[in-house]
């Protein structure tokens, strides 16, 4: 069966003497190689500060943090993403309000976060779903017309791109994510990509324990609450090694996705998912709306083709949903939402057996 997603790792000639060295070099922690990976990852963004975390959930919630979400304000957000962009929500006791989705699209819709800004809305979350980066225009003037700030979650999105630009340039926190089966992982781990030079200080220091690095222990005075959030030398390692192929995966992922949009255009019974102008996916899954959905899993699965629609609704999670909401374009778009496989795994031959069993029909 070719998977949905699958886990890269680079060669082991190339990846097991790095590993080695920095396992045996008597300083596995966060230290220098942290540090390397960062700067590295910073020139491969091309704007802002890189925080490098254990998690994508832990780059959430600190830019929850650093945004001032508190107990009792509201954040939006959609329910079209994994859970964690959701329950980081709950972390800082916030609650979540519900934004519809695009139905071209998936994301979240700008008109529908218009509709639900109210006093109580602290931030915004969005996410790049499934890799198809958001409306950044529309929501950058949205943030703007009411001064709120946006989160935007590019677990799915590295490499993605708008207005040339990669996803981590375009709102002050953007969160990445490095577990295992992301477009470039870790084992496991995360970043947040924050712009303001002085939140990124502050959150170097809510990412150990509310302790300046830069001073003592004894020097230091916790002013407030930190966590325990930091990377290590192991898993920067890893990264460091897979930051050197990152083109060339994130390429495959793309051309992979470009092909499967023109070769699935105008086929019966599959509505492609549009993107927004001057958007460049880097396809983490390939997304297409299909009538009689289970149907069309079954026929996928039954030819050798893992399809699925992956993520549950977050709606649909009784500790999510503070504010149940009709959301019609996410009824609509969820009804026929299947992900099919698009990564560095699937070959061309692969390619043209799924548009040949698709054009057949189901
Ligand atoms: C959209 C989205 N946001 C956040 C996360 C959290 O990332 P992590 O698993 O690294 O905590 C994930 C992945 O699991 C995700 O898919």
Redesign the pocket.
């Known amino acids: 069966m070719i998977p949905l997603v699958k886990t890269n790792l680079p060669a082991k000639d190339l990846l097991m003497p790095r590993i080695e060295e920095v396992l045996y070099s008597g300083y596995i922690s966060q230290g220098d190689i942290v540090e390397k990976f960062e700067r590295k990852f910073e020139e491969y963004i091309g704007s802002g500060h890189t925080l490098s975390l254990n ?3 832990a780059a ?1 919630h600190l830019a929850l943090i650093l945004a001032g979400v508190q107990a009792g304000d509201e954040v939006i957000s959609t329910a079209l ?2 859970e ?2 959701n329950v980081a929500i709950k972390m800082v006791g916030a609650k979540v309000r519900w934004a519809d989705v695009d139905y071209n699209t998936g994301n979240i819709c700008p008109d529908s976060i218009e509709k639900v800004i109210n006093s109580k809305t602290k931030a915004i979350i969005v ?1 790049d779903y499934a890799g198809i980066p958001v409306d950044v225009k529309r929501i950058q003037e949205i943030s703007k017309k009411y001064n709120i700030p946006v989160i935007e ?1 590019a ?2 999105a590295l490499g993605a791109k708008f207005d040339g630009k990669r996803t981590g340039n375009h709102f002050p926190f953007t ?1 990445f ?3 295992a089966i992301k477009h470039l992982t870790t084992i ?1 781990g ?1 970043a947040l990509q924050i712009q303001d030079e002085d939140l990124y200080e502050k959150g170097k220091v809510i990412r150990w324990f509310g302790l300046d690095k830069k001073r003592t222990r004894l020097e230091n005075n916790i002013t407030q609450q930190g966590y325990k959030y930091h990377m290590n030398n192991v898993n920067a390692c890893v990264g460091l090694v897979q930051l050197e192929g990152i083109d060339k995966v994130v390429e495959q992922y793309i051309q992979n996705g470009k092909y499967l949009d023109e070769k699935l255009k105008n086929v019966k019974g599959v509505e492609l998912v549009e993107y927004y102008e001057n958007s460049e996916p880097s396809y983490w899954l390939y997304t297409l709306k299909v009538e009689k959905r289970s149907d069309f899993i079954n026929m996928m699965a039954e030819n050798g083709f893992m399809a699925s629609e992956l993520h549950k609704r977050n709606d649909q999670h009784d500790y999510l949903n503070d504010y149940p909401t009709v959301l019609t374009n996410l009824d609509n778009f969820y009804e026929r939402m299947v992900h099919i496989p698009c990564g560095w795994w699937v070959s061309k031959e692969d390619l043209d057996k799924m548009i040949n069993l698709i054009r057949k029909g189901w």
Do not use: I, K, M, Y
Request: glycine share 12%; hydrophobic share 35%.
């Open positions: 998690s994508g959930t959430l993403t994994a964690p962009t996410v979650d677990a799915h969160v994510s490095f577990q496991d995360g």
